[in-house]
């Protein structure tokens, strides 16, 4: 599998060539700054998950695309293995592996995330419409929606709007390893 730092440097480019976007206007759209939009784009940075969710919001793609390419429609019956593509971004407490990245047909990103002891992370708003659902297949973990702190356990499931202030965070001494699909309504 492609590194992470090399697939997001190739795809940023593409994204902004494809738009016709300076630096300058990237760095608007995503509120990334100008510096780190050039270090990722030289391969120089790996960036933290929220950068990663930054850019997928001022793009307008899904978060998977800037970790691996867009798969090609594939047969009806497609094995992927967890361990082989779950990469650690930038900010190491949380490991993401897209198991069914996005793909245009279905709407939908199906990832396994892990957030490790101690980890908390609090993110933007998402474009209009996502939807995030969070299933806990293993440790403890909250989800902050709407201003509550929500405690989930093995087995609990909880859907939310990723389009408002969110967040996830693990009190812990284990891992907590969930299902995220997130759904976005209006990609072609």
């Not at 850019?55 to 047969?75: D, H, N, Q, W, Y």
């Amino acid at each position: 599998m492609q590194d992470l730092k090399d697939h997001l440097s190739i795809t940023l480019r593409q994204l902004r060539k494809d738009r016709g976007w300076s630096l300058d206007a990237a760095a608007t759209a995503t509120s990334v700054s100008k510096a780190m939009l050039g270090q990722i784009e030289r391969g120089e940075s790996s960036p933290t998950t929220a950068v990663l969710w930054k850019l997928a919001t001022g793009f307008k793609v899904s978060v998977s695309s800037l970790m691996e390419p867009l798969p090609e429609i594939a047969a009806d019956t497609v094995i992927r293995d967890a361990n082989d593509i779950r990469n650690i971004p930038g900010d190491k407490g949380m490991a993401v592996a897209p198991l069914f990245p996005f793909e245009p047909r279905f709407g939908f990103d199906l990832m396994e995330l892990t957030f490790m002891p101690g980890y908390e992370r609090l993110s933007e708003p998402h474009e209009a419409g996502v939807i995030e659902h969070i299933t806990v297949m293993s440790g403890k973990m909250e989800v902050l929606t709407d201003d509550i702190w929500h405690p989930l356990e093995i087995g609990q499931t909880i859907r939310f709007r990723g389009d408002r202030p969110h967040g996830y965070r693990n009190r812990g001494d284990e891992k907590a390893v969930t299902l995220s699909v997130i759904h976005y309504p209006h990609r072609t």
